[in-house]
């Protein structure tokens, strides 16, 4: 077994994520990004299981474990592995003098080993919680022809993508110079919608470590400016939208929309089959479609623009908390 970053190059993880069909957030970069913001990456490996585990620090020598959209490779049918697998993960955790682990399996609800990953997780002592990732998405399928993939939108979506291209918007990608604007549309969008975005250098590191092979920056010009960008990331056959933006002025020109074609044009162009719209409203499928018309608070407002590129709903299993210390679990709860 693995257990730590000095043991395993990146070659041979990524390698491993690849083979295990992992997500973006299992990925060596990842890890590292998140290693320069307060969190340290440790790669863990048992047999064919293996998850990259992050660790935040908190005052007295204290952490929280976590381990986004993984771990990888297990058979959740196999008591056996589980149980060692698992075994590894608290020996990991109680060394870094974790209060509590929380895992975010990359498992659909409605996947055939949901069920018995859910089972599986309680009977190990795991209790069903909050997530950090948004446990909702919409999932646009791109393995098809381009205009198959108009016909599937809303016609008003399709509508808005030609008003762009009509009115003059034009999509180009951006470098690492160009990082910089779209951080302060970022701080534009943040403050209009009431929402929190990274730092400019946190989307520089991003950039730097995934750009060109796994990350695009798109940027959106209409009459000399840029109004509108965002970031699309991908690996194995799905791309992901993280982050996107757009300033005040000039919204009538339907920038954004644009923006998303060409992103899945480029993930496309890279081999993926699935974009993922990364974040709506953690509800089920009918009340997001009886409510988004009123709704505007937390994820509300960004369903309805993303609901029109015709992708199917995806919700995952959801987090799950394993407590070492009861008592301090509980303060970090409250003070969040």
Not at 6 to 22: E, F, H, I, M, N
Not at 80 to 93: D, G
Not at 258 to 270: G, K, N, Y
Request: aromatic share 12%; glycine share 6%; proline share 5%.
């Amino acid at each position: 077994m693995s257990s730590d970053s000095s043991s395993v190059s990146q070659t041979l993880w990524d390698d491993l994520v690849a083979r295990q069909q992992g997500h973006l957030l299992q990925t060596w970069a990842w890890g590292e990004l998140k290693s320069r913001f307060g969190w340290q990456a440790v790669r863990l490996q048992a047999e064919e299981a293996a998850a990259q585990v992050l660790f935040r620090r908190l005052p007295l020598g204290l952490t929280i474990a976590y381990v986004p959209r993984g771990p990888m490779g297990l058979d959740w049918a196999d008591t056996r592995q589980c149980r060692a697998f698992f075994s590894a993960l608290h020996a990991e955790a109680r060394r870094r003098r974790a209060v509590f682990l929380k895992l975010e399996p990359d498992l659909p609800l409605d996947a055939p080993a949901a069920e018995t990953a859910r089972r599986i997780l309680q009977e190990a002592g795991f209790a069903p919680a909050d997530t950090i990732q948004p446990r909702a998405s919409l999932v646009v399928p791109i393995d098809r022809p381009e205009p198959d993939i108009l016909a599937a939108m809303k016609q008003k979506t399709r509508y808005n993508i030609r008003l762009a291209e009509k009115r003059g918007v034009t999509v180009r990608q951006g470098g690492a110079e160009d990082v910089a604007v779209f951080h302060r549309l970022s701080l534009t969008t943040a403050e209009r919608n009431r929402f929190g975005v990274h730092s400019l250098p946190y989307y520089q590191t991003a950039f730097r470590l995934f750009a060109p092979r796994q990350c695009a920056l798109l940027l959106a010009d209409y009459e000399g400016l840029v109004i509108a960008g965002l970031m699309v990331f991908r690996q194995g056959q799905t791309a992901y939208y993280l982050y996107g933006a757009s300033d005040d002025a000039h919204r009538n020109v339907m920038a954004p929309y644009l923006l998303q074609w060409e992103a899945m044009r480029w993930a496309r162009a890279q081999n993926c089959t699935r974009y993922d719209l990364w974040g709506i409203p953690d509800e089920d499928l009918p009340v997001l479609e009886a409510e988004f018309k009123n709704r505007q608070d937390g994820l509300w407002g960004v369903y309805r623009f993303k609901r029109g590129f015709g992708g199917a709903y995806v919700r995952m299993l959801g987090g799950f908390d394993f407590v070492y210390r009861p008592l301090l679990y509980r303060l970090y709860r409250l003070r969040r």
